[in-house]
């Protein structure tokens, strides 16, 4: 079985944004783990227009092509670590949209969380986790909160996210737990596709 592809999704699409920062580092540290392969899906290259169709994607075909096409490139992988910006106590509202575009394509798939912001993102990702497991993911426990004071100080390049320890070593918990999982669930929904051809036969 090939290794698991991990998506690192880019979850703010502002001009000014911070997210181009933990996206690089959390991807840097990902790439070093021999059991997966990993990927950064920038929401910006995803124009997706508010959700506007007549169901989810789990009841009803979108019909909007970046929506067929970002359901398309959400399958390819099996499992993801989304950069969490808080807006207002919740994760921003250019991720939940392209999150709810598609369906199916998250399940039985695990999901981490790289949070930033006044309490480390704290807020937003606990909103993320919850929409997560609506949508039968496996958020794991593992995640990393760059707290105001952290956020500042490499805002401002007095320091790299490299630099702070307690960073880095919440980064290797959270890559390892979601490769473990992506690995683990990978082989189940293998399993499960090959007892359902054979009960199609």
Do not use: C
């Not at 981490?112 to 807020?123: C, H, I, K, L």
């Not at 320091?159 to 683990?184: F, G, R």
Request: net charge neutral.
């Amino acid at each position: 079985m090939s290794k698991p592809k991990i998506a690192i999704v880019v979850g703010s699409t502002r001009a000014a944004r911070f997210a181009d920062v933990p996206t690089q580092w959390i991807a840097k540290i990902a790439k070093t783990h021999a059991d997966i392969d990993v990927e950064i899906v920038d929401l910006r290259d995803w124009p997706l227009p508010f959700f506007d169709e007549v169901a989810s994607s789990a009841w009803a075909p979108s019909q909007n092509e970046v929506a067929q096409r970002w359901q398309k490139k959400v399958a390819e992988f099996d499992g993801f670590i989304f950069t969490a910006a808080e807006y207002n106590h919740a994760p921003t509202g250019v991720l939940k949209n392209a999150i709810d575009y598609a369906a199916n394509e998250w399940n039985k798939k695990p999901a981490g969380f790289v949070g930033y912001g006044s309490v480390g993102g704290a807020r937003a990702v606990e909103q993320l986790r919850l929409i997560a497991i609506e949508l039968q993911m496996a958020p794991v426990k593992s995640a990393v909160h760059i707290a105001w004071g952290d956020f500042l100080a490499v805002r401002q390049g007095e320091k790299k996210l490299e630099d702070i320890e307690h960073l880095n070593q919440a980064a290797a918990a959270l890559v390892n737990d979601v490769a473990w999982w992506a690995k683990v669930l990978k082989a189940a929904r293998a399993a499960d596709a090959i007892a359902g051809e054979a009960q199609a036969a």
